[in-house]
């Protein structure tokens, strides 16, 4: 099983990110805020905290996770299935990335906004139905708006690989166990414990992840301080099957600047990415 990476691989996921772009009208989340999930944190419990092997999803086991088949599976949950996600990141005292991200069949929806903890904010809100994107950007106080052709199904892989790099941190830092068995909405699911991370002189280290019998990682959350500054990474998901993604409040405005010569077909600019810990490392532009 794929289980660790090279320190340099460690090194580039703190920094590198597949972004697609989201805005939270009225700012970011407040870093006090915890995800709203449907973690069976208040589920029944079963106290033995013993595991047959045929107990864990393919890519599981009570002591390690393959990587690559948790991708797999968590990907195309987020990519086909009606479902709600959050993600959060803390970098170093002010600098942050927080996601958001709403999808069903016909419509999806995926806010990011990012502060590199020092000038450069950027925050990004994609909606798309049918076969129209529809986009809000904001850069340090300018918002534009714009609509284009676009695809559900591209959108959502897009934001699903966006959304799975906070996971893939958390994995690829942190080092887990299986504990026990949880229950939630009915369904059956192992809830693994932080037991400590590969990297050097962190303290304070806290964290869990739960995933379902499916092999689909449906929460984690890693925590840290190394050289004073706490590192934060959480993940959610949510079902949203009985709802459908309702449009933003400022889609009039990005659809008076729709530019219907647009080719659905044309080539997407490049993944962004994030600031990393490197002062005044530059934001380039979101999709």
């Known amino acids: 099983m794929a289980r660790r990476v090279s320190a340099a691989t460690v090194i580039a996921l703190l920094v590198v990110l597949a972004g697609c772009g989201g805005i939270v009208p009225g700012g970011p989340a407040s870093p006090a805020e915890s995800p709203p999930t449907d973690s069976p944190s208040n589920s029944s419990v079963t106290p033995d905290e013993t595991f047959a092997d045929d107990e864990f999803p393919e890519g599981f086991s009570r002591s390690e996770i393959d990587i690559t088949t948790a991708r797999e599976r968590s990907v195309a949950y987020l990519g086909t299935q009606p479902v709600s996600g959050v993600a959060l990141e803390r970098f170093r005292p002010g600098a942050y990335a927080d996601y958001q991200y709403e999808a069903t069949a016909t419509r999806t929806r995926f ?121 934060r990474f959480e993940y959610a998901l949510s079902s949203r099957s009985d709802r459908e993604v309702v449009p933003p409040a400022w889609l009039p405005a990005a659809n008076s600047n729709r530019t219907s010569e647009t080719d659905s077909n044309a080539k997407l600019p490049p993944l962004a990415h994030l600031p990393g810990s490197r002062p005044g490392h530059a934001i380039p532009e979101l999709f």
């Open 111 to 231: 806010r990011l906004d990012v502060h590199n903890g020092y000038s450069d904010v950027t925050r990004s809100d994609i909606y798309v139905d049918s076969r129209v994107r529809y986009s809000r950007s904001g850069r340090n106080g300018q918002v534009s708006f714009d609509a284009t052709n676009g695809s559900v199904a591209e959108t959502r892989l897009r934001a699903a690989d966006s959304m799975w790099a906070v996971v893939s941190h958390v994995l690829t830092v942190g080092e887990f166990r299986a504990v026990r068995t949880v229950w939630a909405d009915g369904e059956r699911r192992i809830r693994y414990v932080v037991t400590g991370v590969v990297v050097q002189n962190a303290t304070a280290v806290e964290g869990h992840l739960i995933v379902d019998e499916e092999g689909v990682i449906r929460e984690t959350q890693l925590r840290y301080v190394r050289a004073g500054e706490p590192k």
